[in-house]
């Protein structure tokens, strides 16, 4: 079983659709967690860390369950600059990130 | 501000050939990486370091070496290149500590023929 395991996609929404993303971890030691946003096979850039209470940027919400190792994130209003590849990391007590193999999401008109 | 730079962007090896990957950083961050990404599939951390003479194996470490001689530096070595390692490398760098943002170079597109 991988550590970090995402839901495959790929997710084709229309503009102005709300969109989840799942992510699970294995590790229970696992103490922070992120999404990155990567295109067309640049490199990753974060968009937002998850806290265990949940936060919101913008249009993006993401939560963190703890006790089931699990971590989502929301999209609201997707519009076409959203298609993207979104990466799930976990990192350890011992600072390496170890990444899902990210969903990739296509926004149409 | 550069931020993570890495060399060549492009690469073609033959079978046996070794090259090294530079990576350098100017943000004077104590954590750096190396990661590969396969067609379909997310970053799998190969090599990283945690401060200056100090580095360990990721998931990945076959074929690869490490140093890491400044706190700047960081390069990858493959020893004796394998059709296998045909791949899409990024460095990274982090402040340190568990909570931060990773920082990464533009990558390096690697075949091996």
């Known amino acids: 079983r991988k550590e970090v395991e995402q839901d495959p996609g790929p997710f084709n929404v229309p503009e102005g659709a709300t969109v989840a993303f799942n992510c699970t971890y294995s590790?229970?030691?696992?103490?922070?967690f992120f999404w990155y946003r990567q295109d067309c096979r640049k490199e990753p850039k974060l968009l937002m860390s998850?806290?265990?209470s949940g936060n919101e940027d913008g249009r993006f919400t993401a939560q963190l369950n703890r006790a089931s190792q699990y971590i989502s994130l929301l999209i609201r209003d997707s519009k076409l600059s959203d298609s993207a590849t979104y990466l799930c990391v976990v990192n350890t007590n011992a600072g390496k990130s170890t990444f899902g193999d990210g969903t990739t999401l296509t926004v149409k008109p | 501000n550069a931020g993570v730079t890495q060399t060549p962007k492009f690469q073609v090896l033959k079978t046996g050939q070794s090259m090294t990957l530079q990576c350098a950083q100017d943000m004077n961050h104590e954590y750096m990486s190396w990661y590969r990404q396969d067609p379909g599939m997310g970053l799998r951390l190969i090599h990283y370091s945690v401060g200056a003479g100090i580095t360990d194996q990721g998931e990945v470490p076959n074929g690869y070496n490490v140093s890491r001689s400044t706190t700047e530096d960081f390069p990858l070595r493959l020893l004796s290149a394998a059709p296998s390692q045909t791949s899409v490398y990024f460095c990274?760098?982090?402040?340190?500590?568990?909570?931060?943002?990773?920082?990464f170079g533009q990558g390096t597109r690697l075949t091996v023929v």
């Open positions: 990274a760098s982090l402040p340190g500590g568990r909570d931060t943002e990773a920082f």
């Open positions: 590790n229970s030691a696992s103490q922070s």
């Open positions: 998850v806290y265990s």
